[in-house]
C-alpha cells in the first residue's frame, strides 16, 4: 500500500496513512476536516492525524532554514486524457494500493498488468523525473494528490506564473525543506514526522511561497469556482484520488467536488489501517 497525503490549496487538512507499496511511490491526499470552512492555510495547512497529540515542532526532524529557489521549478500537467482509465481500473488502482485491504501484492499487481499501462501511467507521476505530472505525484514514500495540476487545468492556465504553478511551488519547497533532513517514510511515525516538518516549513521557509498562492474564492479569477470546488474542496483521500483521476483520467460519472469518488467507490475506506 502506498502512503496518501493531501497538500492543501486554501483548507486544512489530515494527513491518512498507507503501508507502502514495494513498487513505487504516489502522491495523493487525505483529509479529515470540515472542508466547507476552510481555514487559514499558513497555520492550518496539514494539521496531524486526530490521533496525535504532536507539536509542529516536534519529531527528530526540522526544516531546513533556506533551500535552492533554483529547483522550485513548475512541472506542468499532463493533457487530461478522458479515455485513459475505466471507472472499474481506477477502482481497481483504489483499492490495490491505498484502500482498507490495499496489499503489495494487490498493488503491484494492478501496476504490471499490461491492460493497465496507460491508466496507470496517466494517474501516476515521478517527482523530479516526469516531464509531466497527472493525477498523482510521487515524491519519496509518499503520494500526492495533483492539486496543483488539476488548478491548473480547471483554471485554463498551464503557465508558470498560473495559480497552479503557485501552489506546486509550496510542496517543492516542502521537499527542498524536509525530504533530506527526515527519515525515509516507510511507516506512521516516520510519515507523521514528516508532515511536522513541513507544516513547520510552511512557517518559516515556505512562507512566501504560501503567501503568493491564489484565492481560489475570490470569483474574479477565471475557473475559480470550478478549480476550488473540484480540486481543493475535498474531504478525504478517496475523495482527492477519484477528484484527480476524473479530471486527468477518466470522463465516467463521479461527483468531483462535492463528494468526489462516491458513486466509483465500493469499500474504499477513508480512514487509514491501524498498521503497515
Not at 472542508?35 to 526544516?63: F, H, M
Not at 482498507?100 to 501511467?121: D, P, Q, R, V
Amino acid at each position: 500500500m502506498r502512503k496518501g497525503l493531501a497538500i492543501g490549496f486554501t483548507v486544512p487538512f489530515a494527513v491518512v496513512m498507507f503501508a507502502a507499496c514495494n513498487s513505487g511511490d504516489n502522491n495523493g491526499s487525505d483529509a479529515s476536516t470540515d472542508a466547507t470552512n476552510p481555514t487559514d492555510v499558513v497555520t492550518e495547512k496539514k494539521p496531524l492525524p486526530e490521533s496525535s497529540t504532536s507539536d509542529v515542532n516536534t519529531g527528530t526532524c526540522s526544516p531546513s532554514t533556506t533551500i535552492d529557489t533554483s529547483q522550485v521549478t513548475w512541472v506542468a500537467p499532463i493533457t487530461p486524457n478522458a479515455n485513459a482509465c475505466s471507472a472499474t481500473q481506477v477502482q481497481a488502482l483504489y483499492d490495490g494500493c491505498f484502500g482498507t485491504n490495499a496489499s503489495s501484492t494487490a498493488c503491484n499487481g494492478f501496476i504490471n498488468t499490461s491492460a493497465n499501462t496507460t491508466c496507470y501511467a496517466c494517474m501516476v507521476s515521478t517527482y523530479g523525473k516526469s516531464t509531466s505530472y497527472g493525477a498523482l505525484v510521487q515524491i519519496g514514500g509518499v503520494d500526492y494528490a495533483n492539486i496543483a495540476g488539476c488548478i491548473a487545468v480547471l483554471t485554463g492556465d498551464t503557465s508558470s506564473t498560473g495559480c497552479g504553478a503557485k501552489d506546486q511551488a509550496v510542496t517543492d519547497c516542502e521537499t527542498l525543506a524536509c525530504e533530506d533532513n527526515c527519515p525515509e517514510v516507510t511507516d506512521n511515525t516516520s510519515f507523521e514526522e514528516y508532515t511536522n516538518c513541513t507544516q513547520a516549513a510552511d512557517q518559516g521557509v515556505c512562507a512566501s511561497y504560501i503567501s503568493a498562492e491564489c484565492d481560489l474564492q475570490d470569483a474574479g479569477l477565471d475557473g475559480a469556482a470550478s478549480a476550488y470546488a473540484t480540486c481543493v474542496n475535498q474531504s478525504s483521500f478517496e475523495n482527492y484520488y477519484f477528484a484527480m483521476a476524473t479530471v486527468f483520467c477518466g470522463n465516467y460519472a463521479v461527483d468531483a467536488g462535492t463528494d468526489a469518488g462516491t458513486d466509483a467507490e465500493t469499500d474504499a475506506a477513508e480512514d487509514a489501517p491501524d498498521g503497515d
